[in-house]
Structures are given as structure tokens and as C-alpha cells.
């Protein structure tokens, strides 16, 4: 039904699709966890604030840069109140201010995601740990092309949506085949 990474439902036919023509922070390894757009990560010494350098040169499939701003936006469109998401509990919980701007009490500006530069995302959680990789790894945390996401809500249901991952796609018919 959807191919928009922010709303497929994890461990369907969509999100296998999704997984294959977008790229995320991190993705899932037989191994466990590994960066995929992210090139290094540090965390702050109280485990609170964690953040993120994305490799140099990434692009979407229109040639535009992927950004640290595409990855804030991805975040913060998925947790944003009344997001149709259905994992946007998940990441809301994880990140300071989210569980409020999920549920309308807060704007965007009391979450802990920012873009510091082109380069660099930085997010703060709720609690200290490494599961925050784990979430990012997820549909839901994938990054958005800002440039064509903010002005179209439905760009990531066209024909020909933009993407960043390893493959594209060609064709698509809703509900029907694709290539």
C-alpha cells in the first residue's frame, strides 16, 4: 500500500521493498547492527546525547545531497502528532521531547533531534544505552528527502518516488507489481 519508509508496516512485502531502494543511519547485519549512511558516532559521558557524522558524497536518486537536515526531518516527520506511522511510539519514546510532540503537547522545537550541520545529526535520548542504533536501523528513522518531503506528503507513494538506497525503483503499480 505504501512504500513511504516512515509509514510501511515492519515485516510486510512494503518494508522489504522499502528496506531495499532507501538506506538508513544504520541497518541490520547478521551480525546485529552496523552504520550504513553514518560514517562515525560519539556519545556524550552521560549516554544522553549521541551524535552522528554521515558519510560524504551520499545522494538521493535526483542527484540532491542526503543530508543530516534530511535525517532530522525523517525523524521528525515520523513522530510528528497524528503521524500515521505505526512505529512512531517507538522512536518518540527513545528520544527527549518525542512522546509529547507525538502526542501534540510540544512543538518540533522541544525534540532532541537537530542538524547541526549537513554532516552532523545529533540526538538526544531518554535514557543512556546503545538501542538507539537498533531504532535507527528501522523504516521509521529513515531519512527524507526534505527538499521534495516537505512540500509533497504523498512523495513517497508516486510512481517514481525519490530514494536513496542501493537499488531503484523502476516501475510501480499500488497494489500491484513492481520492478
Do not use: C
Not at 7 to 27: K, N, Q, S
Amino acid at each position: 500500500d505504501t512504500l513511504n519508509p516512515s509509514t510501511v508496516r515492519e515485516g510486510t512485502v512494503a518494508d522489504a521493498v522499502a528496506r531495499a531502494i532507501y538506506a538508513g543511519l544504520f541497518r541490520f547485519t547478521a551480525d546485529g547492527v552496523a552504520p550504513d549512511l553514518v560514517d562515525s558516532w560519539t556519545a556524550s559521558p552521560d549516554g544522553l546525547t549521541q551524535t552522528f557524522v554521515l558519510k560524504p558524497g551520499l545522494k538521493w536518486s535526483d542527484g540532491m545531497p542526503v543530508t543530516a537536515h534530511d535525517a532530522a526531518f525523517g525523524i521528525l516527520n515520523s513522530i510528528a502528532p497524528n503521524s500515521p506511522s505505526p512505529d512512531a511510539d517507538v522512536l518518540a519514546s527513545a528520544i527527549r521531547g518525542g512522546g509529547p510532540f507525538l502526542a501534540g503537547e510540544s512543538d518540533e522545537s522541544a525534540v532532541g533531534v537537530t542538524a547541526a550541520d549537513d554532516l552532523t545529526l545529533v540526538i538526544e535520548t531518554t535514557a543512556p544505552g546503545a538501542f538507539l542504533q537498533s531504532i535507527l536501523a528501522r523504516p521509521v528513522a529513515f531519512p527524507e528527502p526534505r527538499h521534495i518531503a516537505a512540500f509533497d506528503p504523498d512523495w513517497g507513494d508516486r510512481a517514481d518516488p525519490v530514494t536513496n538506497g542501493p537499488f531503484n525503483l523502476v516501475s510501480r503499480v499500488t497494489g500491484g507489481n513492481l520492478v
